[in-house]
């Protein structure tokens, strides 16, 4: 069931890893393969994707701290292994699973997505994944099931802003099954093939690409059919702010700040803004959304 | 006191000046930083800028409401040194505004609708404004003309910029975070002590002294 998505990308996008360890490093010293790497991502329309170290060093994970560097700082604490998943509510077969056992079987597909934060900055990820269709199939979604709810592990010992209570913690998303469904949606469990770094959500998280990011669930140990709208955090946090659908909307701004625009995270200290796309560049989804008034359901 | 004299013999050999070379020295070592994209500044430097200059812009005005309550309390007098405090906050809280303007929001029209649209953004504006009259007269020139009592009402205008600036930084956090509050903390007992004199170390120093 999977690759009913098809990427626009092709063979001649994905980066040469010595290129995305460290793109600085080659621009200024091994020039030559470096000049093939670049090359290659140029014709990538604009989705140039960011490298490995910046996906990796600039995060929001408020479980390890509030600054964007301290995810990085203090992941590395997080036990990942072993993991499992409770799956639960509106299943044919809850249950613990083990994570291999879960996505035993399913296809890991890669996808090259924008990834718009709801604080108005931005980054292109090369993930890879498997469409949350594919494991919801897998475990049964019965028949009255209308939501999918997940939840983030919590390790108060190993996870230091926890104790800090920044949000009311275990964090909490959730998405209309509909949205679950979309072939866009997927679990990630890998970036440029190598598996998650801990502050970005390892071993496995959602990914949903026309949501600001905060939607994007990181170190998920609970997902939950129900048919009934889930609380998610932000929501829970200020209801003002952050709605539970959180479509990337240009339209509709954040009440203390902006979202007509963003700055795509690499350009260094002159990097300029740039347009944010209705549905941060993915129009197939507002099929998923006729009818409803956007700025209300926001 | 023996240990507040101690340091005031210590303070009496540093020159006032050092805070503007301090200051100055620290606002051009962290853009060299964020230009070069080195430590915090790796993947997002102009925000990390952004954020730089103003914590120093309010930890600087907040040491600047310090000073007399410092030397009500513990006799230490730093009395001298508060006029470039001041005023270095000012140059510290202007690279903050600028690099807002010129290198975040990147245009005059943005501008103009950030600061007339989001609450946090026109509090922070309103600081700076109110600042502006203050580093004017930061000179002894402006005290003789204005005369002591009208140039020291005047200067009552740093409790209104302080406070603004703490709840600028308060006002746009995500979440509950402690840094914003500490500061808004601060603030507001610093800005008590202005007000109930109850809270001043009484026994020690009777003079109310210079504001």
């Known amino acids: ?298 | 006191m023996a240990v507040a004299q101690t340091i005031n013999g210590g303070l009496r050999r540093i020159p006032a000046w050092t805070i503007y070379i301090v200051g100055a020295i620290y606002v051009v070592w962290q853009f060299w930083l964020a230009l070069n994209q080195i430590g915090p500044y790796l993947v997002e430097p102009i925000n990390v800028l952004e954020r730089t200059y103003g914590e120093a812009g309010l930890i600087l005005l907040v040491v600047g409401l310090l000073v007399t309550p410092l030397r009500k309390w513990t006799g230490v007098n730093m009395i001298k040194f508060r006029r470039a405090i001041g005023v270095t906050a000012f140059f510290v809280v202007l690279a903050h505004l600028l690099v807002w303007a010129v290198l975040d929001v990147q245009s005059l029209g943005r501008m103009w609708t950030e600061i007339v649209k989001r609450p946090y953004v026109t509090i922070g504006m309103v600081s700076f404004v109110l600042l502006i009259p203050l580093v004017a007269t930061s000179n002894n020139l402006s005290v003789r003309k204005l005369g002591g009592a009208t140039w020291r009402k005047l200067h009552k205008l740093t409790y209104p910029v302080a406070l603004f600036a703490a709840l600028h930084y308060l006002w746009l956090a995500k979440g509950f975070q402690i840094e914003p509050i500490a500061y808004a903390v601060a603030v507001g007992v610093l800005l008590a002590t202005r007000f109930r004199p109850g809270l001043s170390y009484s026994g020690l120093f009777r003079s109310r002294g210079r504001q």
């Not at chain 1, 991502?41 to 910046?54: F, G, S």
């Not at chain 1, 190993?158 to 072939?183: K, S, T």
């Not at chain 1, 679990?187 to 502050?199: F, H, K, P, R």
Request: aromatic share 10%; net charge negative.
């Open chain 1, 1 to 298: 069931m999977a690759y009913r998505w098809t990427n626009d990308l092709t063979q001649a996008d994905v980066t040469p890893k010595a290129a995305y360890l460290n793109r600085r490093q080659i621009l200024a010293g091994t020039i030559g393969l470096g000049a093939i790497g670049l090359a290659g991502r140029a014709n990538a329309q604009d989705l140039e994707p960011n490298t490995l170290e910046e996906i990796t060093s600039y995060n929001n994970f408020y479980e390890f701290g509030t600054g964007k560097g301290d995810p990085a700082q203090n992941a590395h604490q997080l036990v990942t292994s072993p993991w499992s998943i409770k799956v639960d509510g509106m299943v044919d077969n809850p249950g613990d699973y083990a994570l291999d056992d879960l996505l035993a079987g399913l296809s890991v597909e890669d996808r090259l997505y924008r990834f718009r934060c709801v604080e108005a900055w931005s980054m292109v990820i090369p993930w890879n994944g498997i469409e949350l269709a594919d494991i919801l199939n897998k475990v049964g979604v019965q028949s009255g099931a209308k939501y999918v709810a997940f939840e983030t592990v919590v390790q108060p010992e190993n996870m230091i802003g926890v104790q800090r209570r920044v949000l009311d913690f275990p964090y909490i998303e959730g998405l209309r099954l509909d949205e679950a469904m979309h072939p866009l949606t997927i679990m990630a469990t890998g970036i440029y093939d190598e598996s998650l770094a801990n502050q970005n959500g390892a071993p496995i998280r959602l990914v949903v690409p026309w949501k600001y990011g905060f939607k994007s669930i990181k170190s998920i140990v609970r997902i939950t059919l129900t048919d009934k709208e889930p609380p998610i955090s932000w929501n829970v946090a200020n209801a003002r702010e952050y709605g539970f659908y959180s479509n990337v909307n240009p339209t509709v701004d954040h009440p203390r700040w902006s979202q007509a625009t963003e700055r795509r995270i690499g350009g260094g200290l002159f990097a300029s803004r740039q347009d944010t796309l209705m549905f941060n560049g993915y129009p197939e989804v507002a099929s998923l959304y006729e009818g409803m008034d956007l700025s209300e359901n926001f």
